[in-house]
T-cell receptor, first 116, second 112 residues
């Protein structure tokens, strides 16, 4: 199957700082990628749709100014958590699929963010 | 809208026991159905999928059949191993979009 990587796998930061998480499709191009957040013992919550070359689309209740998404190329999307607070601590996962209209999404290994 | 309902966990089984994790869905159109598995501390891995009615997805001894009449996609394995301990998510994609709708996940613990 297709491979999606994320970096870093874990990050610990102080409250008020910003953290950037990278999501890369290693063996396919993705015009669209997705960012999810997973709370402990909970399912995944879709945060936003990252569109190459255009603005991201955010789900209801997700603050776009806090979770900045940039999809600068067909293989890279970044999520920046700005002015992070302890309540932003979570497991962030991205996904992408090869080709437009694909019916299968491949997920990155996730990034564990801990805000002190 | 789309939704996926999974049986509540956790599920605890002895090694070599038979596994069933129930999954039902509601969707517009004709969704593609998936099972993803998440091992402790890791991201999601695609376990199997089915894209149309009566299709059977299978992988690593797991299988699930797309049942349109009952809107179900139950996951089964004949003989579980300790290494199968993980959280299993039923999911769907529908309407030509790539957004995945997930169930709540079912934690499976297999004891020796």
């Amino acid at each position: 199957g297709a491979v999606v990587s994320q970096h870093p796998s874990r990050v610990i930061c102080k409250s008020g700082t910003s953290v950037k998480i990278e999501c890369r499709s290693l063996d396919f191009q993705a015009t669209t990628m997705f960012w999810y957040r997973q709370f402990p013992k909970k399912s995944l919550m879709l945060m936003a749709t990252s569109n190459e070359g255009s603005k991201a689309t955010y789900e209801q209740g997700v603050e776009k100014d806090k979770f900045l998404i940039n999809h600068a190329s067909l293989t890279l999307s970044t999520l920046t958590v700005t002015s992070a607070h302890p309540e932003d601590s979570s497991f962030y996962i991205c996904s992408g699929g090869p080709g437009q209209g694909t019916d299968t999404q491949y997920f990155g290994p996730g990034t564990r963010l801990t805000v002190l | 809208g789309n939704s996926v309902t999974q049986m509540e966990g956790p599920v605890t089984l002895s090694e070599e026991a038979f596994l069933t994790i129930n999954c039902t869905y509601t969707a517009t159109g004709y969704p593609s159905l998936f099972w993803y598995v998440q091992y402790p501390g890791e991201g999601l891995q695609l376990l199997l999928k089915a894209t149309k009615a009566d299709d059977k997805g299978s992988n690593k001894g797991f299988e699930a059949t797309y049942r349109k009449e009952t809107t179900s996609f139950h996951l089964e394995k004949g003989s579980v191993q300790v290494s199968d301990s993980a959280v299993y998510f039923c999911a769907l994609i529908s309407g030509g979009y790539q957004k995945v709708t997930f169930g709540t996940g079912t934690k499976l613990q297999v004891i020796p």
